[in-house]
Nanobody, 122 residues
Framework: QVQLVESGGGLVQAGGSLRLSCAAS????????MAWFRQTPGKEREFVAT????????FDADSVKGRFTISRDNVKNTVYLQMSKLKPEDTAIYYC???????????????WGQGTEVTVSS
């Protein structure tokens, strides 16, 4: 079992930056692929980015490519999402997730955090 707690969300103006963090506790963090998803009311959870167990491989959604960067620190048991050049359409609740493979389908992840809200004003 892995417990995930996100932080770092907030209100930011378009063009600004935020860094989200997801702290993990429980079973060995470095054994899990990690991902970020986001969701807005009435819509399905949307893939944002994923990173493999070592941190050596990442994959981003086209919508965030070149603006968001996923990273992890296996000593601090934390995964990050650095978001820059934010747009109003990035407004959502952001969730981190843990699984065994780097996939873009939310059904491929076993553990989820409670989410952190990001609002981008125009």
């Amino acid at each position: 079992q892995v417990q995930l707690v996100e932080s770092g969300g907030g209100l930011v103006q378009a063009g600004g930056s935020l860094r989200l963090s997801c702290a993990a506790s429980g079973r060995t963090f470095s054994g899990y692929a990690m991902a970020w998803f986001r969701q807005t009311p009435g819509k399905e959870r949307e893939f944002v980015a994923t990173i493999n167990q070592s941190g050596g491989s990442t994959f981003d959604a086209d919508s965030v490519k070149g603006r968001f960067t996923i990273s992890r620190d296996n000593v601090k048991n934390t995964v990050y999402l650095q978001m820059s050049k934010l747009k109003p359409e990035d407004t959502a609740i952001y969730y981190c997730a843990a699984g065994f493979r780097c996939v873009s389908d939310y059904r491929g992840y076993n553990y989820w955090g409670q989410g952190t809200e990001v609002t981008v004003s125009s």
